[in-house]
C-alpha cells in the first residue's frame, strides 16, 4: 500500500479530506514542479486558463518567478493528467474539450465510486456517519453549480472512496473528477441541468451491507436516479449527465 496515502488515512480523526490530504495523493514530494502544477490546476479549475490558449514555459517561469525546468516537469504531468497537449512546432496548448471528453471521464468515475461503494458499505459508514451527515447537509445547502460545492462535492465522494484504504483508487477517483470538472466548466448549457442529488439520503443508504444496494445507490447517484446507467451525456449528443458535481 503506498505508505503515504496509508497515514494520510490513520492519522487523521475526521474522515473528511482535506485540501491537503487531496494534493498529497498526486504528489508526496514537496517540490517545485509540485507547487507549479497545483498552481495551474487552481487556474484551469476556477477558469483563469481556458482550452486552446497557448501556454509559453518561459512566460510562465518569468510570471512565477521560477526556472523553466520545474515548469517543463508540471506541463508534463498536466499532459499525463488530460489537460494539455503538445503540439509539434507549435508548443503546450489547453486542451479543448468536448461530451465525449465529460462522458468519459463520469463513466471512470461511476466504475470507480460504485467498486468503492461495495467495499466500504455498511459498518464503516455507520462507524462514521454523523460526521458524513454534516458534510452531506453542508453540500446541499450549497448555491447549485458554484464552485465550493462542486469542491465540497468532490471532498465529499473522495472522502466515501477513501474509506477503502486503497490510495489508488482514491488517487485515480481524483484524477477523473479534476479534469471533469474543468470540462464541465466549458460545456456550454451545463447550467440547465435541473437534477439535484440528496447527499444525505445517499449516505442513508450506502449504510446498508449489501453491496449490490450499496452499488446499486451510488450509481442512481451518478447518474440522476436512473440506475440502468442510461448515459444522459453519451457522445452521441445529449446533454451531459444530470448528477454530476450537484
Not at 498529497?24 to 509540485?34: A, H, P, R, V
Not at 481556458?50 to 501556454?55: C, R, Y
Not at 514555459?57 to 521560477?66: S, Y
Request: glycine share 6%; net charge neutral; proline share 5%.
Amino acid at each position: 500500500m503506498d505508505t503515504v496515502a496509508f497515514a494520510l488515512i490513520m492519522s487523521s480523526n475526521s474522515i473528511i479530506l482535506t485540501e491537503n490530504d487531496i494534493n498529497n495523493f498526486y504528489s508526496s514530494k514537496n517540490s517545485l514542479s509540485k507547487v507549479i502544477y497545483e498552481r495551474l490546476v487552481s487556474m484551469l479549475m476556477n477558469s483563469e486558463l481556458s482550452p486552446g490558449l497557448l501556454l509559453s514555459r518561459q512566460q510562465l517561469a518569468r510570471e512565477l518567478g521560477v526556472s523553466v525546468a520545474p515548469v517543463l516537469e508540471a506541463l508534463i504531468q498536466l499532459e499525463l493528467d488530460g489537460f494539455v497537449e503538445s503540439i509539434p512546432k507549435k508548443g503546450t496548448i489547453i486542451k479543448a474539450v468536448s461530451k465525449k471528453n465529460f462522458y468519459e471521464r463520469f463513466v471512470l468515475r461511476e466504475a470507480l465510486e460504485c467498486a468503492a461503494a461495495r467495499i466500504y458499505r455498511g459498518q464503516l459508514i455507520r462507524e462514521n456517519k454523523k460526521e458524513l451527515l454534516s458534510f452531506a447537509q453542508r453540500i446541499d445547502r450549497g448555491e447549485l453549480y458554484s464552485l465550493p460545492r462542486i469542491k465540497d462535492d468532490i471532498v465529499f465522494h473522495a472522502s466515501l472512496v477513501n474509506l477503502t484504504r486503497l490510495p489508488v483508487l482514491t488517487r485515480e477517483f481524483l484524477k477523473a473528477t479534476r479534469i471533469g470538472i474543468f470540462c464541465m466548466q466549458n460545456l456550454a448549457g451545463f447550467t440547465d441541468l435541473n437534477k439535484i442529488q440528496n447527499h444525505p439520503e445517499l449516505v442513508e443508504k450506502l449504510a446498508t451491507d449489501d453491496p449490490d444496494t450499496a452499488e446499486k445507490a451510488i450509481r442512481e447517484h451518478i447518474w440522476g436516479g436512473d440506475p440502468s446507467g442510461n448515459p444522459a451525456g453519451d457522445p452521441s449528443g445529449d446533454p451531459a449527465p444530470n448528477s454530476c458535481y450537484s
